[in-house]
Antibody
C-alpha cells in the first residue's frame, strides 16, 4: 500500500525540542522531493520545509529557518524534521507529504505549551 | 495573511456550480502551475487538481481548474453534499523559494 506514516509528536515546553519521523512505503522514495506541512488548530495549511531526492537541496519557510532541520534517510525510506527552540506558535498537526502534495500522511500533533 | 488570497467562505445548493478563486502574483501563480486540495475536518488534505487543470485518477470530472495570469480558479459543477469541505490552492513561489498555500475556502452545501 502506498502510504506515509508520521510519528514522534507530543507535548513539549517552549524552548524545547522534538524530532518527527515519516516512513514511506509502496513507492520509490528516492524518486520524490518530500515535504513537511503543518496546520495550526482551526487554521489553514502552511508549508514548512522540503528536501530534494538526494538530500542536496533543502528549503524552509522563514518562520522556522535556523530552528528546524529537514533530513532524509533513503536507505530506510524515512523523512525527519528536527525541531528546536520550539515556540507556542509551532503548535500544529504536522503532515508529511510527497512531491507536489499528491500523497499525505495522517498527520501528527505537536503541542508547545508550558 | 496568506500570499495567495482565497475567499474565506462560499456556499451553494445541490446541483449548482461554484467557483473558488485564488489570487497570487508574478512570483508564484504567473510562472508556475497551481494545485488544489480538498480537506475534511480531522483528515489529511487530498489532491484535487494539479498542473492548473489536471485531475488525478479517481477525482470526478465535476471538478475543474483553470489559470489566467496571476489568478487561478477551482470550479465545482453539480454540487453535492459530499463536496462540503475546505479547499486550498497551492503553488511554488520563486521569490520566497518555497511553497505557498491559500488561506483556504470553506464551502458549505446548503
Amino acid at each position: 500500500e502506498v502510504q506515509l506514516v508520521e510519528s514522534g509528536g507530543g507535548l513539549v515546553p517552549p524552548g524545547g525540542s522534538l524530532r518527527l519521523s515519516c516512513v514511506a512505503s509502496g513507492f520509490t522514495f528516492t524518486d520524490y522531493w518530500m515535504n513537511w506541512v503543518r496546520q495550526a488548530p482551526g487554521k489553514g495549511l502552511e508549508w514548512v520545509a522540503n528536501i530534494k531526492q538526494d538530500g542536496s537541496q533543502k528549503n524552509y519557510v522563514d518562520s522556522v529557518k535556523g530552528r528546524f532541520t529537514i533530513s532524509r534517510d533513503n536507505a530506510k525510506n524515512s523523512l525527519s524534521l528536527q525541531m528546536n527552540i520550539l515556540r507556542v506558535e509551532d503548535t500544529a498537526v504536522y503532515f508529511c507529504a510527497r512531491s507536489n502534495f499528491d500523497l499525505w500522511g495522517r498527520g501528527i500533533l505537536v503541542s508547545v505549551s508550558s | 495573511q496568506s500570499v495567495l488570497t482565497q475567499p474565506p467562505s462560499l456556499s451553494g445548493t445541490p446541483g449548482q456550480r461554484v467557483t473558488i478563486s485564488c489570487s497570487g502574483s508574478s512570483s508564484n501563480i504567473r510562472p508556475n502551475t497551481v494545485n488544489w486540495y480538498q480537506q475534511f475536518p480531522g483528515t489529511a488534505p487530498k489532491l484535487l487538481i494539479f498542473g492548473n487543470n489536471q485531475r488525478p485518477s479517481g477525482v470526478p470530472d465535476r471538478f475543474s481548474g483553470s489559470k489566467s495570469g496571476t489568478s487561478a480558479s477551482l470550479g465545482i459543477s453539480g454540487l453535492q453534499s459530499e463536496d462540503d469541505a475546505d479547499y486550498y490552492c497551492a503553488v511554488w513561489d520563486n521569490s520566497l523559494n518555497g511553497w505557498v498555500f491559500g488561506g483556504g475556502t470553506r464551502l458549505t452545501v446548503l
